[in-house]
């Protein structure tokens, strides 16, 4: 306390003492540590007539004060004790932020997983659907195919039949039997198409072709709808997946998104779509 300045004694004045009022006079006096034992000792000279407190009750309690600091050293410093509570509050405080936003990316990076696997889900079964509308387009190529065949033998068959009656006046004997062998094996070959025409295709009654041809495209509209707004979902949960890598290339943009409902709502679309 004897080696305090100017500075500290007026600072100890307005905080320890709590008469700030009497600073001017102080610094006026170039009151030091070394003068606070006059002040100790009660010297109403010095208090009254120099540093000019007119107040009893405000020299008796610099005095006290004063003498307080000259017996028992300067008083302690509690503002240390608040700056490291407030320094280790705050530390607390971080480091339960970064908790929470490591288990909020660790949820985020889960939900990001699941959302990537439901896609390759759907592009799996896209897949699927595309091979199986190659499959239907080659089994109506081959049923048009069979019916084409069909058609010619039936029309080479009717050629041979018409022209038999002009070839018995014109013609030999051995060309008649010659014809008539290969009328029977054009028979054979017919009866054996119509055979193998019935085997890979079976022909419904006309009404029934028409129900057929009428749900076909019926089933056909649906299909074609619904095919179209799985793209419109697919291609906006492909945009929404974007966005979300966006953000998550900051950490505030991974801390923000992971508060948010967009995640699931990506999730919900792909797995509708």
Known sequence: VHNWTVEQTTEWLATNVELPQYIPNFIQHGVTGATLPRLAVNNMHYLGSVLGIKDPIHKQKIALKAMDVVLFGPPKD?????????LVTLLLGALIGCWYAYRQNKNSRRHLRRMMKDMESLHKAEQALDHLQKELEKARLEQANVATEKRMLETRLLEKGDGNSDLRTSYSDLEVSQLKAEIEVLRGELQRAEGELEDRCWSPPVGLQQ???????IENKAYIKKKNAAEKQLQQAREACEKLRKKRSSLVGAFVSTHGKSIDDVDRSIVEA
């Open 78 to 86: 509690y503002s240390h004790h608040i700056k490291d509570l407030i």
């Open 211 to 217: 129900w057929l041809q009428l749900t076909h495209e």
